[in-house]
């Protein structure tokens, strides 16, 4: 009877990812990047790497968030967010390959979907699950808005580059 602490998949949602400024998140696996873009109509029909799946999974702490990890297909390959360590510094990246059904521990695919402010219930942030403060946002380099993981310097600090609408 009692549930073991893995996160188990639960359900899934099939989602555009929106920021501030009502850009799409797009992923290019072959520029190993993910930016928020502006986005057409015809763009979005085709959906390439815009159309993401978000895997709920069960937990025994919701006090955290909802644990979900994300994936998108692009041309017949499904490919996985997570974040890894490089030169010192976390990085969002996407690999190739399927989201786990079961996770026995912590992974580095998990993320914490908690709602943005209490007045906005459609619009959330995403807490990465092995480092407390760390949020999925997104940072201006050139005409670029990468999505990166942004430490939150105070709990009660509202950061508007952390907003995403799903």
């Known amino acids: 009877e009692l549930e073991c602490d893995a996160f188990c998949k639960e ?5 555009v990812l929106r920021n501030v400024n009502s850009q799409l998140l797009v992923v290019r696996p072959d520029l190993n ?6 986005v057409t109509d015809q763009e979005m ?6 159309h993401f799946t978000i895997h709920c999974y069960k937990t025994t702490t919701p006090s955290a968030g909802l644990p979900v990890a994300f994936s998108v297909q692009m041309a017949e390959k499904s490919y996985y967010m997570c974040c890894e360590r ?20 912590e992974s580095n695919i998990i993320f ?5 402010t209490s007045c906005c219930s459609r619009a959330f942030k995403f807490e990465y699950s092995l480092e407390e403060g760390m949020f999925l946002a997104f940072e201006e380099e050139g005409d ?18 952390m907003k995403i609408s799903l």
Do not use: N, Y
């Not at 029909?45 to 815009?50: A, D, F, L, T």
């Not at 490089?86 to 521990?105: A, L, N, S, T, W």
């Open 45 to 50: 029909k085709s959906g390439q790497g815009m």
């Open 11 to 15: 359900k899934t949602l099939h989602r």
């Open 112 to 116: 914490f979907k908690k709602t943005f």
């Open 144 to 161: 670029l808005r990468k999505l990166i993981l942004k430490k939150l310097s105070r709990k009660d600090e509202v950061d508007e580059t």
């Open 86 to 105: 490089e030169r010192g510094q976390m990085m969002v990246r996407f690999r190739e390959g399927e989201v786990p059904k079961e996770i026995p521990g």
């Open 33 to 38: 990047l993910a930016a928020f873009e502006d």
